[in-house]
């Protein structure tokens, strides 16, 4: 469509179509899809043409090749005669278990050194001011180095021990070692009996929800559910004929020096490098909830906490059902990404040997070539990771945000 | 004794007494903040515990029973030096050149340390708000400096080639080309077009100058980038990244809340895309797959690759960053703007982004901290910033001793410390000074 | 309105797109730039590394200068890249370097698979263990058990794995990414014992606290022939590279060292001849000065000279020549006849 076309057709002859400004929207989107076609088109064709001339191969058949190198942490069966993609999934369970406990772990450490920021306490609260300014302004590679080599010196050699829980834990430098629950048959009802606990405490939270709006009257519904949880699992195990023992590690102390030590695969064990990325990431996560749990509470105004004590609730009511459901709305948000920065800088797990997505991947890239394959499925994973996360905010913002009247 | 003289009539008021011991001074301080119940009193004990066991052996390991002289291992060796050998600062001191300086030769030391000098003399003025001149400062740093240093580090005499200045002739070419079209098919003046030819003839040939500048052989000799390392590394990619990435931060933030739909999604997917993939992998993308993506016999310095991933990867950061900004800035700006008659470049070069930018600094110092933390990643693509390059001296046989890694850590932890700590002080000190315009 | 326009910028940003022109070949490339760049590894004892002034030493170091002599007559022009394993192949292949020389081991996959050529063998290596010697520990038999530090995406952590397995040997392994972290773990205690390339272990021994308390075992379990690899497809800048490592070897063997080249031109032998550039014109054959290996004696030396200075037994390393001593001196190193 020309402009002169536009003009005979009756429009006011001065208002050229370079001033109307969806027009310019148009173009100036047109110009930029073009752009980006075009630096798409560029970036393959060299890839391919890259990709002939230096005769690397292509394509996702690597996948299913023996990859002829075992982890030193898997949670699923693997061994040297895994495929390529069934160790990529093996990190990828490594990724989860680290980012998981450590999601715990920084929450109950912020929580409390957030709360600790706000203590009466003078020292408890500059210890608490300390932790935050000292862990937060240091690297976390740094950290994670500190953690795995500098500590590391400092427990003993692997054919010592330190056990502590009763002799039942056992600390080196090959590991936290603890006994290992074995599952007999029929101990798939204990699981069952813990899902329906969880089930009943929904329901009986609903219940006693809707009889405390009805009638008034409390119900101790923490208690319950606490001791369901804890009563079902046991009790399907005592009816099940206690289908689980435990596995004790075995430490030897004759034999072939090399075989001395703890037993390998025999109890429960978790590797120094898993250690080091957990306590590393866990610490230093923390200080970045720690000040975020803090602002929370301190966003929530004085006079909220003075006007539930004139309705009379107690001090435990206030903070429970005033002071904290509002604090949580400022919190959760910051919350959710500090969880997402964990997961992602659970990644420098390749600095210090963990066997987690991104380091058997990288040897898997060495091993193959395929570059371009394996960091693609890193980055698609780490983008799922991170788009379920904003759609879970997204989703809680709509459910917590104020409903104003 | 019966008489009136007992009344006792007050003519001057009580004078006022001290307030009891125990609420005032030090012990009323102790026990009002330390001991005010026995709960308290218990944390309290619980507390100086574990700071006393925490900062004991630090200061015994680092000041106590460390070493500050000597030649070599033996001055910090335990069988050598006694029983108990605690920080080995004689290495540290043998390496701080290195750790400043990475492998750079000595004798082009000097070219480092006016870059240094440089970046202290503009960034400090800058930062400092009473100091005037500031437009002219800002220019300085953002726009001079870098191109001084560049050519001071790496020695100049680039050879631009065909592309950079095929770069140069289509970015011109694209100015008057949109000129024309403005001018012969949409009708215009050619004062309606100059903004326009401006910026795009104006952006070609400031580039075109830095070219003709960067490829004049001032007779420095070349350091290549594989030499660089230290201090001087860290600095260069965390200031590298943060000022490329704040124009690119910019223009993301402003697509991100563009009215146009593709601009809008195309933002949102870039920004999306960068924040939600680890840096490391970006560091292995540009070290490992971006050579791919350039046609045959096209390649990259290292160095340069590494700037490129970071500086988009803190890109998306900073345009949410920028995004929080525009976002502070009451409606009423933008209509004042457009009541005024501003088209949509004026109106936030003039009006919205001055305002905008200035609410966002401590954003940007705290992206910036950030990336200064992150460019220790850099080492697990074999690259020497300052941890790399203490890690590497690790493997120094005349300085191995059992305290060695300790010692560089704690060096380490220090350093980067100091700068983090202070430019989070400074940002806070900012934020304290922007929010008293707000403040009702 | 879009319709002019668009041909127009289509038309300008093909225009730059299309004129990719064809690389010329590395030869020319490297005579234009005026050095050759050379792919070296980030610093490992013996093979590539850098003093504290920045100076690069070692055999690989040496065959980049010698390559550089031969092209240009001056062993200094030439530049390092230090390269992690990984990036290694990429370097090569993107034109990031004109020759990788980092003590990379030639297997099938790599020569036919990767685009590259291998350029020939300059160091016969085999993998080997490290341990302390207070594990009493004397075969790598005996390493049933034993925890193993190693380094990622090297041929090592395969042959590791396939040697346990054959020898049904349990074992843990530990693969770090960079070779300074697998010192670190190894000397912190984390591992029994540290399997690189025999010549590799020797030199990170260097590395540890105490060296004298770790001993190498002497089962090699796998073949690593070490040598420097080029691009696929550039025959001419492959035959330089070949021919400067077999001029080093070819010299060694007739006699040649950098102090007697000048006597020797005079010599009578006709090998002597050929090699030195008096006799023939071998050298403009492939594209460089004909006396290209006496450049490469003259100021590198021959094979034996810079094995003795960078890895032999009067070093740090103190590795014998072994199975790298001359052909006729029962070892492997044989190198092609200039004729």
Redesign the interface.
Known sequence: M??MEQDSAGAPA?A????DPVVR?YF??FI??LG?VILGWF?VT??L???E?QNIASGWGFLGNTAGFATSQSLVESSETSTYGWLLYVGFLNTLLVAAVGVILATIIGFIVGIARL??????SK?AYCYV??V???????QI??WY??VL?AVPGKREKWSFLFNSFHLNIAGLRGPKPIWGPGAEWIGIAFLVAIALCFFIARWARKRQEATGQQFPTFWTSFGLIIALPVLAYLVAGMPMHLEYPNFVETGPILLQGFELNVGFNLIPEFLALLLALSIYTASFIAEIVRAGIQAVSHGQTEASHALGLRNGHTLRLVVIPQAMRVIIPPLTSQYLNLT??S??A??IAYPDL?SIG?TE?NQTGQ??EI?AI??AI??S???IT?AFMNWYNQRMALVER | MTNSEVFHIRTEEAPSLAAPASTSGAIGWMRQ??F?SVG?TI??II??L??YSLFAPLIQFALIDAVWTGENRDACLPQEAGEHVGACWAYVKAYLP?FIYG????EEIWRVNIVYFLFAALLIPLAIPKVPFKAINAILFLGVFPFVSLVLLTGGDFDIG??GW??VV?LA??GV??AA??MF????DFAGVKPVLLAFVGTAVVIGAIFTLASIDFGLPVV?T??WGGLLMTLVIAVTGIVASLPLGIVLALGRRS?????RL?SVIFI??W???????VL??S???L?????????FD?LLRVLIGVTLFSAAYMAEVVRGGLQAIPKGQYEGAMALGLRFWPMMYLIILPQALKLVIPGIVNTF?GLF??T??V????MFDL?GQI??S????TW???TQ??TG?LF??IV??CF??GM?RYSIFIENKLNTGHKR | ?SK??LP??LG??LG?VA?????ATTLE?VKAKGFIQCGVS??LPGFSN?D???NWTGLDVDYCRAMAAAVFGDASAV??????A??RF??L????VDVLSRNTTWTMSRDTQLGLNFAGVNYYDGQGFMVRKDLGVTSALELSGASVCTNTGTTTELNVADYFRANNMPYEIVAF??A?EV??AYDAGRCDVYTTDASGLYAQR????N?GDHMVLPEIISKEPLGPVVRQGDDEWFNIAKWTLNAMINAEELGVTSENVDEMKSSDNPSVKRLLGVEGSFGEAIGIPNDWAYNIIKSVGNYSESFDANVGPDT?LGISRGVNALWNKGGFMYAPPVR
């Open positions: 020309s402009v001065r050229s179509l370079a001033n929207g100036f989107q930029l899809v980006v970036i060299n890839t043409a890259n990709l001339r203590s009466n306490n003078w020292v408890i210890i300014e000292l937060r302004n240091i690297p976390l590679l740094l180095f500190f080599f500098a010196r992602k800088n990644s420098l390749v600095a991104v990288g890239l570059a371009i960091i890193w980055l780490y983008l990771l991170s788009l904003s | 903040n330390l005010s308290n944390l309290t507390g100086i574990i700071a290195q492998r750079y030769p000595t065909f592309w095929g770069f289509v070419l694209i080309v949109i079209v403005q098919a949409g009708g215009q290549e594989a030499v009215q146009m739909p593709i601009v195309l999306e895309f924040r939600g993939v680890p840096l490391i992998t292995f993308m070290s490992v797959v050579p791919l993506f350039l046609p045959e016999g096209v390649t290292k901290i933390k992150d220790t990643l080492l697990i693509v074999g941890l890690q590497s690790f493997s120094d046989p191995s001793t059992p890694g300790h850590y380490a932890a980067y410390w983090c700590f989070s | 309105m002019k326009i127009l910028v300008a940003a730059v004129t990719t022109a064809a690389g490339d980030q610093g850098p504290s002034q920045g530049k390092f890249t230090p390269l992690s990984k990036e990429t370097a292949q993107s034109g990031e990414e960079k300074d010192v670190g260097l590395k540890l606290a060296p740090p």
